[in-house]
């Protein structure tokens, strides 16, 4: 049995039950583990915290025991022993009659280079065993998306990253809620349907390996943004999710050019053009 941490997040020891290829640089992997019956999530866009071996080990190596002080003696941990962490959004989870979940599924963008994840996702097969820092309470603090209840249209924007959180937040829409929705990806086999009850409005935006991707905000996104006509709306609300130098561009815009209040504009950098995660931590 795995140790909590500070409550409401704790670790859950899982194992790979399936993966399915969603296209050229996306893949589902399904995990299941009798410790998800403790964990809970109403989110949306749900982050969460994976940990996953080094070749050649049969599990990751992190000090879960150790409670509070997991962090500081996972850190001191050799290079090539600690486990690698990496962040990311729940995609779906599966509960059975009672509620408990009892399997969850996480979407993974496989990069050219490949980092430790990416390689890790290309290879995973049933019974590979993983680690995962999740919440133990529904409602918490690594929830983003909170559209106000008085909401009369949603704006979305993300890269490949953030597919999986906005493809959830389309499902759970209410029906005839105004959407629209800009999606950034690299390869046109990763577009797919995106089923949702709301009224929605999505533009998939693929990029053709030209031009600065990625660096200090995307001009793909942002060219279509400023070209595109939005509904009328009293009290819209915005989530916009993916490389930190867009979202910081497209967050400017939203507010700057389009007048939206930013107490209605929920942004989140996944990750950063030029940084591993690890570096990206250093700098928090």
Known sequence: MTTAVAAPFRFFSLQ???????????VRVSFAGEDLRDFFSDG???????????????EPRIPHQLGD???QAWRELPDDVRAV??????????????????????????????GPASRWAARAAAGDRVVLLGPAIADNRAIRFRAPEDTDLVLLWGDETALPAISSILESLPAGL?????????DAGTIQDLPTPADADITWLVHDGHGEDGAEGSPLALGHLRDAPLPPAERPYVWIAGESGCVKQLRRHFVGERGIDRRRVTFVGYWRQGLTEEQLREQE
């Open 69 to 71: 002080g997991w962090w």
């Open 85 to 114: 962490m990496r962040s990311y959004t729940l995609r779906s989870l599966r509960r059975d009659g009672l509620g408990r979940t009892t399997g969850i599924d996480i979407d993974f963008v496989l990069h050219t280079p490949a």
């Open 16 to 26: 790979v039950v399936r993966t399915r290829r969603l296209g050229p640089s996306l």
């Open 178 to 186: 105004r959407v629209r929705a800009w999606l950034e990806v690299h």
């Open 44 to 58: 949306y866009d749900q982050s969460l915290s994976l940990f996953l071996p080094h070749p050649g080990q049969s």
